[in-house]
């Protein structure tokens, strides 16, 4: 089954402590990208990559960081998480077409 | 960036004919996409625009005027599975990479 897939789904940690959300996709899409959905404010791009090795920011990238040493894989790691990047994440991959396939989304609270 | 803007609620009744608009800076366009996503889940694609005119996919239409920076979306015979929100996304016209959404609009069906 084609899909996206995130881990955790869920996330509860403290203010400074690393973490890791990772993402993984079996459509052997190029383009990947990471946003983050807030109330009120919609879905907002953080990061994006256009293949291995290839990335760029979004329009909030501040406070995280991406790799892309592989083409299914595109983690999001937060260095040192704050109370402001509480949020829902959601990981996204689409091929040269235009259709985003999203995944299921990671709820992260930061305390 | 971009500033999209979509009603924040609506409502209407199971059977009927909704449309949801969203209008957007004309500069800076590369294509509107239409999602929806239910509560808790993550966003599914619906429609794509870059021309002017309208784009029937069975019980959804989704419209795009350029000139106007205005799109909306049309969804007829209303079922219950049908409340959900409705983003609404623009795409970049110097990086086909990079998108903005809408805040949503959230419609809620009633029998």
Same mark, same amino acid.
């Given at each position: 089954e084609a899909q996206v897939t995130q881990n955790p789904r869920y996330l509860i940690t403290v203010t400074g402590k690393k973490l890791t959300v990772t993402c993984s996709q079996? +459509?052997?899409?190029e383009y990947m990208s990471w946003y983050r959905q807030d109330p009120g404010l919609g879905l907002r791009q953080i990061y994006y990559s256009m293949n291995v090795e290839v990335t760029d920011k979004g329009d909030v990238p501040e406070g995280y960081k991406v790799s892309r040493k592989e083409k299914r894989n595109f983690p999001l790691i937060l260095e040192s998480p704050s109370p402001n990047q509480t949020s829902l994440y959601f990981c996204a991959s689409r091929y040269s077409t235009d259709t985003q396939y999203f995944g299921p989304g990671t709820r992260l609270t930061v305390l | 960036g971009q500033n999209i803007d979509q009603p924040t609620e609506m409502t209407a009744t199971e059977g009927a004919i909704v449309q949801i608009n969203c209008t957007y800076q004309t500069?800076?366009?590369n294509g509107l996409f239409w999602y929806q996503q239910h509560a808790g889940e993550a966003p599914t694609f619906l429609s794509y625009n870059v021309l002017d005119g309208l784009e029937e996919k069975g019980r959804f239409s989704s419209f795009l005027s350029r000139s106007k920076g205005y799109s909306y979306l049309l969804l007829k015979?209303?079922? +219950?599975?049908?409340s959900a929100s409705y983003l609404c996304a623009v795409r970049d016209r110097n990086n086909f990479n990079k998108f903005y959404f809408g805040s949503g609009t959230k419609l809620n069906v009633k029998p």
């Open positions: 079996n +459509m052997n899409h | 500069s800076g366009f015979e209303l079922q +219950m599975k049908d």
